[in-house]
DNA sequence: AAGTATACCTACCGATAGGTAGGTTGCTGC
DNA sequence: GCAGCAACCTACCTATCGGTAGGTATACTT
């Protein structure tokens, strides 16, 4: 069988180098900008079998946005299975789904790209439901720590934008900056202001402020 | 001189007819997936009308990234110039900027696309000034307030990226939702919640929680 | 040995891209 | 009155687009 892999890809599939050709290329350029060529190009092979394996180049794309869905549901998962105060399981989830937006940079950087660009042609992929799902979860777990006490009466809905959309910025900077300003330790230093703000044993967590009863 | 005018576009200029369909289109369908073609059927002129105007499809997406430039630094400028508590300018400053915002949506959205978006081939423009921009006026604030005694000392990064990711993401919102589910007055109940959190006349805010000395 | 399936190829298709050549019309200033 | 300019036009250019037709080579099954 001709394997015209050019000598520094890797003996992998032509599928599979297909697949990591077109999230390299649709993160880089965009759906419309990247072309058939292109990708063919950087995955070694020659056009027909793109279209052998996915159909058209919008095959290739839904190919990668289920498996973005699959990772983000599957991360979700494994951060909601641990015990612990309300606070310990909400700085849990976050640097959680920090971390594997670490680890998948490429990824995540394709989802915000899909999520505040235009079409450009491609396929509609709904994209809130990850966010929708964030601000459930840490809705949930809000609810409860009120309940438990561990955290003051206050304005729910506030509280949890504060604390989803601090981490939302915070993940924004891994993808906008070549070097981000603020990482997982900012991070942690952001949601423990946050809660601190919002904690009844205020004193517990070092309160500098002089009460007034 | 003949005006190809549809009956539906208001007497304007050629070239303004021009700069409003490159800001809707490369709002809804990004760079490269907008033709020069239909740049001009939606102005209603002919392609040799744009190049006369702005030489290259590029040159007229440049003339829209100066415009958006100027809008911020105006709105920027007109914010920094009132009186009051470090408090009060803080949420003058963030409401100032959303109100601006939402009243150029289409503008804004088109910022957010190219910033978090891959250039799909336009020429680079780069947003992170309009970011760390906010960045360092929110600091200098929060400096300000803590050598007033108006915030409490502590992390002053985290309560930066807390408030400024804050308003991000609600104002993310506006622009990726038909209907927001948070707006100006959950954005002043953030801001409030965040800095009620480090006041340290907490008593002065509604502190709900038993002190203990 | 022959037929079938898989995994690839080259050559080519019609359509559209960004852009220009060469022109027309109306207005203005001299 | 005419030259020059501004503001537009049609017709056309080359290059590339997404995609397919028709094919080859190899491995497997019968």
Redesign the pocket.
């Known amino acids: ?4 892999t050019p000598p520094s890809i890797p003996p992998i ?3 599979d180098r297909l697949v990591a050709a077109a999230l390299d290329q649709f993160t880089r350029n965009g759906y ?1 900008a ?7 190009e950087a995955a ?10 996915f ?5 290739l794309y839904l190919e990668i946005m289920n498996g973005i869905g699959q990772l983000f549901d599957q991360r979700v998962a494994e951060l909601s299975s641990i015990n612990g105060s309300v606070r310990q399981r909400l700085l849990h989830f976050f640097t959680g789904m920090f971390d594997g937006a670490s680890d998948n940079l490429p990824v995540v950087k394709l989802a915000y790209m899909i999520y505040f660009g235009p079409p450009q042609g491609a396929p509609f992929v709904d994209f809130n439901r990850f966010f929708d799902q964030m601000l459930k979860i840490v809705d949930s777990l809000i609810v409860e720590g009120i309940e438990l006490g561990e955290i003051l009466q206050c304005d729910r809905k506030a509280l949890v934008w504060t604390l989803v959309g601090s981490f939302q910025t915070i993940q924004e900077e891994q993808i906008c900056r070549n070097e981000a300003r603020i990482g997982h330790d900012g991070l942690v230093a952001v949601i423990n202001l946050i809660l601190n703000g919002v904690d009844p044993n205020a004193s517990h967590v070092e309160c500098t402020r002089s009460c007034k009863i």
Request: hydrophobic residues 30%; charged residues 25%; positive net charge.
């Open positions: 069988m001709q394997i015209q599939e032509a599928r419309a990247t072309s058939v060529r292109e990708l063919c070694g092979v020659s056009k027909p079998v793109l279209y052998y394996y159909k058209s180049k919008e095959g």
